[in-house]
T-cell receptor, first 110, second 115 residues
Framework: RKEVEQDPGPFNVPEGATVAFNCTYS??????FFWYRQDCRKEPKLLMS???SGNEDGRFTAQLNRASQYISLLIRDSKLSDSATYLC???????????FGGGTRLMVKP | GAVVSQHPSRVICKSGTSVKIECRSL??????MFWYRQFPKQSLMLMAT?????????EQGVEKDKFLINHASLTLSTLTVTSAHPEDSSFYIC???????????FGSGTRLTVV
């Protein structure tokens, strides 16, 4: 079983739609959680950290459920520029290395 | 914000030659740098963790004699792919961890093609 699992997609949605991505992780001792965005042939960029209480940044909302070892990302009012691969990333119990999920590809269409 | 400079961005080399990739933190100190490899349509896979002044820690299945890592200073780590083969063609990305706030910053990646 992979340490961090995501549905690869692609998710094809129209502009303005709301879309949600899920991610599960296997290491219950994981301490920190992130969503990264990666555009084609580019490096990943931090989208947002995920906190236990849930957090929001504009159109993006991230949630964490430690009991179920589950992380989610909700994007409201999708824009064309949101088209990218979204990577669920977990920082393990060693507190040092990041483990990446396989990514979920989002394509927002006009 | 924190910037990590990675060079070269793209390199094509002949089979059997060696290629060196540099990763430099420009405005912060990084005791730990990470090297990832990403094959097409796959996620980033950690290759090794490099700590300043000590030997790198390699992930299972990554040959340390083939992928030489040097982290001689708090701002520079290098990855040398020795005796490159076509199957080493991939996107290599470094990441540096800021000593001050423990944030991770990624380099822009190096696309290696071995012909």
């Amino acid at each position: 079983r992979k340490e961090v699992e995501q549905d690869p997609g692609p998710f094809n949605v129209p502009e303005g739609a709301t879309v949600a991505f899920n991610c599960t992780y296997s290491n219950s001792a994981s301490q920190s959680f992130f969503w990264y965005r990666q555009d084609c042939r580019k490096e990943p960029k931090l989208l947002m950290s995920v906190y236990s209480s849930g957090n929001e940044d504009g159109r993006f909302t991230a949630q964490l459920n430690r009991a179920s070892q589950y992380i989610s990302l909700l994007i409201r009012d999708s824009k064309l520029s949101d088209s990218a691969t979204y990577l669920c990333v977990v920082n393990g119990d060693a507190g040092n290395m990041l483990t990446f999920g396989g990514g979920t590809r989002l394509m927002v269409k006009p | 914000g924190a910037v990590v400079s990675q060079h070269p961005s793209r390199v094509i080399c002949k089979s059997g030659t060696s290629v060196k990739i540099e990763c430099r933190s420009l405005d912060f100190q990084a005791t730990t740098m990470f090297w990832y490899r990403q094959f097409p349509k796959q996620s980033l896979m950690l290759m090794a963790t490099s700590n300043e002044g000590s030997k790198a820690t390699y992930e299972q299945g990554v040959e340390k004699d083939k992928f030489l890592i040097n982290h001689a200073s708090l701002t520079l780590s290098t990855l040398t792919v020795t005796s490159a083969h076509p199957e080493d063609s991939s996107f290599y990305i470094c990441s540096a961890r800021d000593l001050a706030d423990y944030g991770y910053t990624f380099g822009s990646g190096t696309r290696l093609t071995v012909v």
